[in-house]
């Protein structure tokens, strides 16, 4: 038998997400200077966004519904995260390959946090 998670830290999409993210952050040094108030910004806060409600969502485990709605909060910028990273192929700043690789990522990210809504059985604090 597996330990307890017992911080949001410990959970395995979080620890995805905050590694997706970084990646991010690093690949987008090298965007244009005039896209720093536009695509740069925009994908580096929703990607960053992802792990912050996966640490809300965790923190709301009492209450089931807000637990799914910040975990569905999560989803919704996980997928926007993966529209920015159409664009920034599409723009010529990335390779494709690694923008895919990214969105396979987001794509295991989207599942997990769908499971989680699906069965939050598993992740509430019951009374």
Request: glycine share 4%; with cysteine.
């Amino acid at each position: 038998m597996g330990e307890k998670i017992t911080t949001h830290g410990e959970l395995s999409v979080y620890k995805r997400s905050v590694d997706a993210g970084m990646a991010i952050f690093e690949l987008t040094r090298s965007f244009p200077c005039e896209e720093k108030c536009s695509l740069t910004d925009q994908i580096r806060r929703l990607s960053r966004s992802v792990s912050a409600n996966l640490a809300e969502a965790w923190r709301k485990r009492r209450y089931e519904a807000a637990f799914r709605s910040k975990l569905s909060d999560s989803e919704a910028e996980a997928a926007e995260t993966q529209v920015w990273l159409e664009y920034a192929v599409k723009c010529g700043y990335l390779e494709r390959e690694c923008a895919a690789k990214l969105y396979q990522d987001y794509d295991a990210i989207i599942r997990t946090l769908v499971g989680m809504i699906t069965h939050p059985e598993t992740w509430v604090i019951s009374s």
